[in-house]
């Protein structure tokens, strides 16, 4: 809630990419999963376009792989250890996944991990934003849980300073 946008922020992280990409280093850009109550912390405070916009121009680094988003991890509370934090097996599959390794032995929970993941690049952003939109709007379930509770962070919060 408290984030701002920063193209000087950007350009140091493009130029970090570039640097690493130059000594030939592989980078591989992921978005990571957001639990339902980030999802909705970031949708409750207006800030939804300002989420796909940045996805946007991550994509001037490159490709990436992307697991966030309404309809996708959020769906299961255990899959995160607390609000901001996924657990280890998450991260394992996600390793798998952006690594290329084949997951169709996985066990049913890691295959919903695996599933989660959306390759992003200049040809499918519109398409992969649109999908998007329409799953912020069939799951979003504005009166349970995380919304609630954003909701009730949000009225407490102070008004901003102009």
Known sequence: MGYRESAAQL?????????ARA???EVILFVP???RCE?????????????E?????LLGTGPYWDFSGYGKLDRDESFFLDVPHFTPVVGHVILREILGRDCRLCEARARIIHDAADWVDRSSIDAYLARQAMMRTISRRPHEGCARV????????PAASP
């Open 53 to 57: 916009r940045w996805k946007r121009e």
């Open 150 to 157: 954003v909701e009730g962070v949000l009225r407490a919060r």
């Open 39 to 51: 999802l909705e912390a970031i949708d409750q405070a207006g800030a939804w376009e300002t989420f």
């Open 23 to 25: 000594a030939g280093i």
């Open 33 to 35: 999963p957001l639990s």
């Open 11 to 19: 350009a140091l992280f493009r130029g970090a990419v570039a640097g």
